[in-house]
């Protein structure tokens, strides 16, 4: 019903910004909300932010708050997410997901993915 594609991953430098983009398919994406995990490997994946369908209530990872930023674009049918001042710890693989049944801190409890954008940061 929903498909997602991430794109706008890379390789940066500390402190520098990237902005990811999620273009989604379905005429369904409006009335959903959306997150953004992460992963590396041997790590389980990780909630970064989502925020509702109409945009009015956002959550933020502690890790990422204060330095990314999640929006969306319903008539484009896009979510962004804007990073700044990475750090080699943000380094990863990025997915876009939507529609959650359930807890939203949850990646198995989402029912869209994208396939992953990479974002690696050197130090």
């Known amino acids: 019903q929903v498909q997602l594609a991430e794109s706008g991953g890379g390789l940066v430098r500390a402190g520098d910004s990237l902005r990811l983009s999620c273009a989604a398919s379905?005429?369904?994406?409006?009335?959903?909300?959306v997150a953004w995990f992460r992963q590396t490997p041997g790590k389980e994946r990780e909630f970064v932010a989502t925020m509702t369908s109409s945009g009015g209530n956002i959550y933020y990872a502690d890790s990422v708050k204060g330095r990314f930023t999640i929006s969306r674009d319903n008539a484009k049918n896009t979510v962004y997410l804007q990073m700044n001042s990475l750090k080699p710890e943000d380094t990863a693989v990025y997915y876009c997901?939507?529609?959650?049944?359930?807890?939203?801190?949850?990646?198995?409890?989402?029912?869209?993915w994208g396939q992953g954008t990479q974002v690696t940061v050197s130090s």
């Open positions: 997901a939507a529609d959650v049944e359930g807890n939203w801190r949850e990646s198995r409890d989402w029912d869209y």
């Open positions: 379905g005429r369904t994406f409006s009335r959903v909300p």
